[in-house]
Structure formats: structure tokens, C-alpha cells
């Protein structure tokens, strides 16, 4: 060892849409049953594949980009990719594409179930035509890895640099046989003081691997056959927060008669950086905010809001927190949070925010019948260099009392979604909610959407002024009724 209807498909990437009632039958996160001696059958050949494993986040990101070549007598359309079963369960934003298409949409991906004890387990990867035999296509495959990153050592001094072990192949995982491959792996800096050198020369003999600033590429190799790996630990410099929300709730109310959209996000943060091997220091933590040193610590965190947010607020366990700053205007709008004490590895810190946003800017009725179209991110969140990941994410969209034929379409993708009733203040029925989970997402997929369509008629809009005119009235009858009741002793003379 050495040192991701016509006024749909303009507002969003087509996907799937899908009336939320019939997805409380059949769940998102189903599940292909195959035989439990499964074993994808060898039809493809990688031709050419290069890997790419970026650690400038708290989490990793890979991108495959292969070159894959049917070798079978027949067309073939079912192409799979392995992981450990250890890895599986932690991978996010799955997503493949055709990479000498941009615009075409991304191939349906489904995991497969065959036997719960084998150590490696399958994402199938469904072409959109059959590959002929014979024939190429060029695939970009890009996931997360979350919870994978080991602080090394795993406790340090207040002020110390911060290092994370990771081990990965410098082979990349296949099921299928692979003729020329290389694996990069990018680092935040260069400052990685301990890596696996590999003791045969790769194909091109040279030292492997080979190092090109904060770059670092083993490979490239010649023929691997088919589940080949070769482990490879790297150890380098990430003094920065390991940002880690094991659930969000995320709240978003839309109110017509308010022109309203009141966003509300509920967090459960941790940092799983090294822990403190001492009791934290206020002095020396106090000196380091006049010149601002690398830390493990965090110190703020930065949300970028849509323009013409308004009604900001933070709060915590124990009440409002004052140390944030709001800053907003028509175009952008950036809330700065400070936490009550700063989050060094090993702490935790839940916390609540939310704004409102004018309903213009989110919501669109169709010009024909009752029908409302409302586009809102999926996931907001935190901005930070160092990355977020989000092991659950709860969306809850609050529609109108009375709306109905409730439809959504998103590009995330989801574990479950129901609809039901939730009811609020001067509610009769309760309001349509729509509610969406989402498991290992991370901060990259902050510009996917949601999309909701629903129908609201004029006398469903009705309800909430009529019931608070009832409610008025009530009180007056009951208090001109109380107020006409004889409550004398005597007799009327």
C-alpha cells in the first residue's frame, strides 16, 4: 500500500405519469422475481468502458460510460449491472442513458430480486430497442453511493486535518466480459497520502496508477472476465462536514384563495466525520472565526430559494434561531443558516425552516375546463461543496379542499406515493395530499421537479368562504339565542 396533455411534456423531461390513486396497488419500488440460480446470461461484451469515481463530495458519485456489443445470434434488450449487497441497498439517482443521444430520455432501470442471500444482487437496464446481434451502443451510467466514506483515523483534535479511507475495484463491476477498461478516481485535492499501488504494470506498462494532480487512473487493462474485481483503498484529505440527513420532511401547502405556496422542510442532520478525540474547545473554536481555517466542522449552511421568496423562517428543538440571514428580490433568493453550535463529526442537529412563494410562479390552469397544473422542485435543500445525501425524503403536497383526479409526474425516482385526506383549520373534509417517498438522494438531483395535476371547480372553491361564513353566523345565532334566554329568578310582573 502506498503512501435526475401538451402542457405537460413543455414543462418537464417526459417520464411516467401516474394518477396517484392507482399507485396505492400497485408500489414504485416493485421488485423483477427471477429464479433463485439466476445469472445474466453472457450476450453482451464491453467493448470499451471507462469509469469515473468522484470523492470532492461527502458521498460517491460514479459514471460509467461503456460501450457495449450484443455477441449473441439474437437481439437482446435486458442488460444487467451487479453490486454487493452491502452496496445495493445505499445506491441513489440510478439513472442510464444513451450518450450519443442527449436529448433522448433516460432507459428504464428495475432491481432485481432472485436470492436474498447471494452476496451479489442486480439492476436490469431495459433498452429502449433490442441491440442486434453484433451490434454497438454506447451507455452512460451514473449513480450514488451514500454512507460509504470511513473517516481514517476515526477520531481527531478540533483543529486536525480530516482523512476518508474508501475501497473500491479497479476493476469495474460487470456481469459481462470486458476488453479494454480504466478506472479515475478524483479527489478534492491532491493531498492523498495513501493508495493501493497495484504490483503488475497496467496494459500499457506503466506504474499503476498513475497519478495526474488530484486525478488518479488505474488502468487501463485488457480482457477481464465477467465478476473480476480487484480491490483498491484510497486514504486523502477532506477537512470539510460529511453532511448526512437521515430523514427530511418536506411540506408544500398550496392555497388559492391566499394566492399562496408555503414551503415547510423538517431535517434530521448528522455529520459522519471523525469524532473529536477531546472535549470541544469554545476558546479555540472562537479563534479560528477570525481566519477562517479548514474544519470537519459545520459552520453554515447555505440555501438557494426561488425568486420572490418571502416569510423565512428557522427554528429548532428548543425555539427560533436567530443567527440566519435572508436575503431575497425578484430574480434569486438566498437563506444562510447558522446552527445554535457548530456539527462536528459524531453530532446531530434537527431543525425547521420554511417561506412562502407567490402561487403565480408555481401554478398554471388550463385553458379549457378546471384543470391546474403546479410544478415545484422535488427536493430543495442545502447548497454546500461538500455535498448533502438524504437517506428518505417525505414530499407532502397540501392541495385545495375538494380537488380531485389528482396526477403527478416526476423524474425521481420513487419507494411509494398514496393520497388521503389531511385536515387543517376550518376544514369540512380535509385537504387532497398527495405523499411522496424517496429513499438515498443527494444533493445533485435538486433541480429535478414535480408536477401535479388536479382538477378544482368553481363550487369546490366555494367551500372554505362558505364555511368560514357559516361558522361566523353560527356564532352570532348562538349568541342571540344564549342571549334571549330568561336566566331571571323572579316573576315577570
Known amino acids: 500500500m502506498k503512501s435526475i396533455a401538451l402542457t405537460l411534456t413543455s414543462l418537464l423531461v417526459p417520464s411516467v405519469l401516474c394518477a396517484s390513486h392507482s399507485n396505492l396497488t400497485q408500489p414504485l419500488s416493485s421488485r423483477i ?12 461484451q464491453n467493448a470499451n468502458l471507462v469509469r469515473n469515481v468522484n470523492l470532492e463530495k461527502g458521498y460517491v458519485r460514479e459514471t460509467i460510460n461503456v460501450i457495449i456489443e450484443n455477441v449473441d445470434k439474437k437481439p437482446q434488450s435486458d442488460y444487467y449491472i451487479p453490486f454487493e449487497v452491502g452496496t445495493i441497498e445505499r445506491v441513489g439517482g440510478l439513472e442510464v442513458r444513451d450518450k450519443k443521444q442527449d436529448n433522448a430520455g433516460p432507459f428504464g432501470v ?27 451502443q454506447t451507455l452512460s451510467i451514473s449513480f450514488s453511493i451514500l454512507d460509504s466514506l470511513s473517516p481514517l483515523p476515526a477520531k481527531i483534535n478540533q483543529m486536525d486535518k480530516q482523512y476518508l479511507a474508501y475501497t473500491f475495484s479497479a476493476y469495474s463491476p460487470s456481469a459481462y466480459k470486458t476488453l479494454k477498461q480504466k478506472t479515475k478516481a478524483k479527489f478534492p485535492s491532491g493531498d492523498v497520502p495513501e493508495y493501493t499501488t497495484l504490483v503488475a504494470p497496467n496494459a ?16 487501463p487493462y485488457g480482457e477481464v472476465p465477467a465478476g473480476a474485481q480487484e480491490p483498491v483503498t484510497v486514504r486523502y484529505d477532506f477537512t470539510r462536514p460529511v453532511l448526512h440527513c437521515s430523514v427530511l420532511e418536506r411540506d408544500i401547502e398550496v392555497s388559492h384563495w391566499g394566492g399562496n405556496i408555503a414551503t415547510e422542510e423538517r431535517y434530521w442532520m448528522e455529520n459522519l466525520g471523525a469524532n473529536l478525540s477531546t472535549h470541544f474547545s469554545r476558546v479555540s473554536w472562537a479563534t479560528t472565526q477570525y481566519y477562517n481555517p479548514p474544519t470537519s466542522a459545520l459552520k453554515e449552511l447555505r440555501m438557494p430559494l426561488r425568486g420572490g421568496s418571502a416569510n423565512a423562517y428557522f427554528t429548532d428543538d428548543i425555539g427560533n434561531v436567530s443567527t440566519s440571514r435572508f436575503r431575497t428580490n425578484a430574480r434569486e433568493a438566498m437563506l444562510e443558516l447558522k446552527p445554535r453550535y457548530p456539527l462536528f463529526g459524531g453530532w446531530k442537529y434537527s431543525f425547521k425552516i420554511g417561506w412562502d412563494n407567490d402561487l403565480k410562479t408555481a401554478l398554471r390552469k388550463l385553458s379549457t375546463g378546471d384543470t391546474y397544473v403546479l410544478k415545484v422542485p422535488f427536493l430543495e435543500g442545502p447548497k454546500q461543496p461538500e455535498g448533502v445525501e438524504y ?25 411509494s406515493a398514496e393520497e388521503y385526506l389531511h385536515k387543517t383549520y376550518m376544514d369540512t373534509v380535509g385537504r387532497t395530499t398527495l405523499h411522496l417517498t424517496a429513499i438515498n438522494m443527494v444533493d445533485d438531483q435538486r433541480n429535478r421537479d414535480l408536477i401535479v395535476t388536479y382538477d378544482y371547480t368553481f363550487i369546490a372553491g366555494l367551500r372554505k368562504p362558505l364555511t368560514i361564513i357559516v361558522g361566523i353566523l353560527s356564532v352570532f345565532f348562538a349568541a342571540y339565542a ?12
Open 33 to 44: 422475481l427471477l429464479p433463485t440460480n439466476f445469472k445474466p446470461p453472457a450476450v453482451f
Open 110 to 136: 428495475q432491481a432485481v430480486e432472485y436470492d436474498p442471500l447471494s452476496p451479489i444482487q442486480f439492476y436490469r437496464i431495459r433498452l429502449p430497442e433490442p441491440l442486434k446481434p453484433k451490434s454497438q
Open 204 to 219: 500499457e506498462g506503466k506504474e499503476d496508477p498513475q497519478k495526474q494532480g488530484s486525478t488518479f487512473t488505474y488502468g
Open 391 to 415: 437517506s428518505k425524503v417525505h414530499l407532502r403536497v397540501l392541495l385545495p379542499e375538494g380537488a380531485t383526479n389528482v396526477q403527478y409526474q416526476t423524474a425521481v425516482p420513487l419507494t
Open 482 to 493: 344564549i342571549g334571549s334566554i330568561d336566566v331571571s329568578i323572579g316573576k315577570k310582573s
